[in-house]
Structures are given as C-alpha cells and as structure tokens.
C-alpha cells in the first residue's frame, strides 16, 4: 500500500441528498451534505424535481468541501463518484460533474458502488469506533435496498439474500404514510416507537427464504389492520399511535434479527456491521447491541453522519481503490441498477 498523502473529493448524488467531501487517506477533512425539502410535499422523492435541484446544488456544494478542508482543487490526487444504484437523473448530475472535473484537472477518475459505500464507511478513520476484520456480514438497509452480504475484502463482497420486492426503508416510510405521519416518515416511526408498548400489536413475520426479505405483506397486513380499527374508533390513530408505531418497529426488528442469526448459522461469521440510511434507526441499533451477548455476535454501528447518504463514505472507497490503482475511464456512465 502506498504511503503518500492523497487528497480524494467524492461526490455522491444517487437520490435527493448532493453530498460532497474531501478526505485526506482515510479520514475526513469535511462532508457537506445538502438537503431536498421539496420532496416533502409530495410525500416521496420525485424524480425529476431531484435531478434539477442537484444540479443547482453541486457546484456550491463541492465548492463548500473543499473550502471547509481548506483544499485547493489543484492538489486532489483523484475524483470519486457515485455510479449507482440510484435514480438515474440524480446519478448523471454527479457523474456529469465528477468526470468534466476530473477531465479538466487532468486527473484520475474513480467510479463508486453506493451500497459498497455503506459497508466500507466502517473504514474511516475514527478513534471512537472499531473496524471490522474480514471476513465480516454486512447487512445493508435503506429506501430502496435490504441485503445481507459477505464481504470478504474490500472490493470482494457477495448477496446471500436480499429482499424480493419492497425495502426496510419503503416499510417504515409506507407504514408512517398509513398512519398519516409526513415524509419522511420512518424517522417518525423510531421517535414514537421510544414511548410505546412494542408488543401490544401483533403484525405477521413473512414467510421466505432463510436470508431472503419481503416486506410487501407487512405493509398490506398493517394496512387492513388500520383500516380495521380506524372504521370502529376514529381516533384510534391518535390514541394508539406510539404503541402501533413501536409495534411496527419490534416486528421490523424482528425480521433483520432473524435473518441476521441464519447468516451467522450459515457461514459461522459472527461480526456483523450494518450500513444504509435505516441504520440510523434507534430501535435497530439497541436491538443489534443488546443481542451481542446471547447470540454471541459482535456488532459494528457507524457514526450516524456516515448512515444517511453521504459523500464520506465515498471518498473512503475511492482512497482504498486510488491505492489499488483502480481508476474508471472517461467513457464510463451511471448505473442506476447497478450491483454488488
């Protein structure tokens, strides 16, 4: 591995955050992150309206990372990017933009899986948190993914499962939607769920392969259940709402942790570090903690900034290629499906 200083700008733009960060080898100069709030009066990301807001939004941006790392442009050793997965409007923006900029600094240009990027967040430097050794599983939840990947190296990770129709993050969102909570709303869900009895409803655990997710069913069987009870008391809502929400919650939980102890049974890797915007959510978090002892696993949580979609752990995975040489061409293009 090389030992020079390398100076890496990372640009990550795959839904409706435009992010941009400088790191200096493996840690974290600044990582700016700017926020789309027009998307909440639609109850969902539109689009469309991302893409144009992250091309009014890249350029001051990026601008800002680099002033805040106190960085000229002209000493970055290489650009990283996000490629895919993502919406493919959002992508081309940061694409677009990471490849002219490479291009006219005439340096190299890497390209970055996002949900990679979640997992290997765990590998920037920080003195409070502990790194995980390889080989690790990886479970990786947001908005439009749930999976459970070994990862054997860096850049050698393989799917053992992963969900067969909707996300965690869609389940949380879905559900808050039910319960006439605003979008976001699965950050809603995680605060009422703190001061309700998770156990005073029961929602059904589907039934799938032993590493495989679906969540499609719950939202439905929520949905009924709402629509049940709502026709009987119209307040029940209202009244209910912290313990439905921290119902939802234990049985999400529930799910991830029992997915989570078939992969340990199958490949006998008891270290386990979670990624994604989803793992920002309490309940998962304390779960994930307090089963280390009976399940004997041991569990890596990264710092809540590097959770939601960030150019940070971009910019890690581009320092560990930049070592690797592993640069992208010119003619590469956004992936919007793009797998691990």
Request: charged share 20%; aromatic share 8%.
């Amino acid at each position: 591995m090389q030992t020079k200083t390398i100076y890496i700008l990372a640009i990550e733009s795959s839904c409706d955050d435009t992010s941009a960060a400088v790191l200096c080898n493996d840690e974290v100069l600044s990582n700016v992150v700017a926020t789309q709030k027009i998307h909440k009066e639609y109850g969902g990301v539109v689009p469309e309206l991302a893409s144009r807001a992250h091309q009014q939004n890249i350029v001051p941006v990026v601008h800002q990372a680099l002033a805040k790392a106190n960085i000229d442009k002209k000493q970055l050793s290489a650009i990283a990017f996000t490629r895919g997965p993502g919406l493919m409007g959002s992508l081309l923006v940061g694409t677009s933009f990471a490849k002219s900029l490479a291009l006219g600094l005439n340096i190299p240009l890497i390209e970055v899986n996002h949900m990679q990027a979640h997992l290997l967040a765990h590998f920037i430097a920080d003195k409070d948190n502990t790194k995980p050794t390889f080989p690790f599983i990886g479970l990786t939840i947001s908005g439009g993914h749930t999976q459970i990947v070994l990862v054997k190296d860096y850049f050698k990770m393989e799917v053992l499962g992963q969900t067969l129709d909707d996300a965690v993050g869609e389940a949380f969102d879905k559900s808050a939607k039910i319960l006439g909570l605003p979008y976001p709303g699965g950050p809603l869900i995680d605060k009422y769920a703190s001061d309700g009895n998770a156990k005073k409803y029961e929602f059904p655990i589907p039934k799938v392969g032993e590493l495989d997710f679906s969540f499609s069913g719950l939202k439905t069987n929520i949905l009924y259940f709402i629509q049940k009870e709502v026709k009987k008391d119209s307040e029940f809502i209202t009244d209910n709402l912290e313990d439905i929400c921290a119902s939802i919650q234990y049985t999400i939980v529930k799910i991830l942790l029992l997915k989570l102890k078939n992969a340990i049974k199958q490949t006998g890797i008891k270290q386990i570090a979670i990624g994604g915007g989803v793992s920002a959510n309490s309940g998962i978090r304390k779960a994930l903690k307090d089963k280390e002892k009976t399940n004997q696993w041991q569990t890596y949580i990264p710092k809540f900034e590097y959770c939601t979609d960030n150019a940070a752990m971009i910019g890690i995975v581009g320092y560990l290629k930049y070592q690797e040489e592993l640069f992208s061409k010119q003619d590469i293009t956004a992936n919007a499906r793009y797998r691990i």
